[in-house]
């Protein structure tokens, strides 16, 4: 764990160079964890019973809670939108729970968080023209024309925001946990780490992917409906 | 004042530490929306759900601010321009 991304490789693509950094390879190892667990639950899932045992049941489970969750913030017109935040919702939760055995989280990097922030932007303006076509268009202008550049730059800071606050919040508990193991002997690394993980990793990533969720849902609800 | 550059990132620590002074008005205002959620909850015990959900996104859009100042902060001990122009200022 360190407070700069390491870069890894740098890879020369026709006199362009293109980093491999800490941040890629992370993103790549909980995406390929995360397949992996997908492609286990899809075999596993072959023969489908209606009445759930065992495994079944903890994906039920898990499909289910995230389900109500969308339906009751976004209402069942647009609750089809729900698998992508799902995979949101697991990637962001994987990331800050990989940062606990030692991983840097993918989050702690400003390019991964606005890059998710900017696809939930780019979702909530698909949906609102989908769904109410012109007169999301119009609600640019409301009350008047000259609010337009004030509305537009309301809806550009949403993704700087959204993206902001969790990358400072995984930021901050990185800097704390690396403040605290350069910063103490050997023998208080032992074991006393656990709870600072627990505080700053497992609570604060759970928290602020919640929060990452329900924001972008409410920004399409609010666009769509 | 005999080094320039000494004096530059000393001002910029300086500016750092001020810039986390809103962490202290950011809990006061996380503190108001709490105490106001749990005295809602206390009042009626049957939508304690909705209520606590709608905390959490309060308290997020309050954190806001103070994540603002920790990001300034650390843009001005890691990557402060001002440091940079004041090394080729120096040449």
Do not use: C
């Amino acid at each position: 764990m360190d407070l700069n991304i390491a870069n890894l490789w740098v890879i020369n693509v026709g006199g362009v160079e293109i980093w491999i950094t800490e941040t890629i390879f992370n993103t790549w190892f909980i995406m390929l964890f995360l397949i992996v667990l997908a492609i286990i639950a899809r075999i596993k899932l072959r023969n489908f019973k209606v009445i759930p045992k065992g495994f079944q049941n903890v994906v039920e489970t898990i499909i289910e809670i995230f389900d109500n969750f969308a339906t009751s913030s976004l209402g069942k017109k647009l609750s089809y939108i729900a698998p992508w935040f799902f995979m949101v919702f697991m990637f962001l939760l994987s990331s800050a729970l990989f940062s606990v055995i030692g991983i840097r989280a993918p989050t702690a990097d400003w390019a991964t968080t606005f890059a998710l922030a900017l696809a939930s932007l780019l979702l909530m303006f698909f949906m609102g023209l989908r769904h109410r076509k012109g007169s999301y268009l119009k609600s640019f202008f409301e009350p008047h024309f000259i609010f337009f550049p004030l509305n537009l730059i309301g809806e550009l800071a949403k993704p700087v925001s959204l993206s902001f606050r969790l990358f400072g919040n995984m930021l901050s508990g990185t800097i704390i946990l690396t403040l605290y193991y350069s910063l103490t002997p050997f023998f208080v690394q032992i074991g006393i780490p656990v709870f600072l993980h627990a505080f700053f990793d497992v609570i604060f990533g759970a928290l602020q992917t919640y929060i990452f969720v329900i924001l972008s849902l409410m920004y399409i609800k609010g666009a769509a409906d | 004042m005999q080094d320039p550059l000494a004096y530059v990132i000393g001002i910029a620590h300086i500016a750092a530490a001020v810039a986390l002074f809103n962490g202290a008005f950011t809990t006061f205002g996380q503190a108001k929306i709490a105490a106001q959620a749990i005295e809602s909850i206390a009042r009626q015990p049957e939508a304690s759900d909705s209520i606590r959900s709608t905390m959490f996104v309060g308290l997020a859009m309050a954190e806001t601010s103070g994540i603002y100042g920790l990001l300034i902060a650390i843009i001005m001990l890691f990557a402060n321009p001002l440091v940079k122009i004041m090394v080729n200022h120096l040449g």
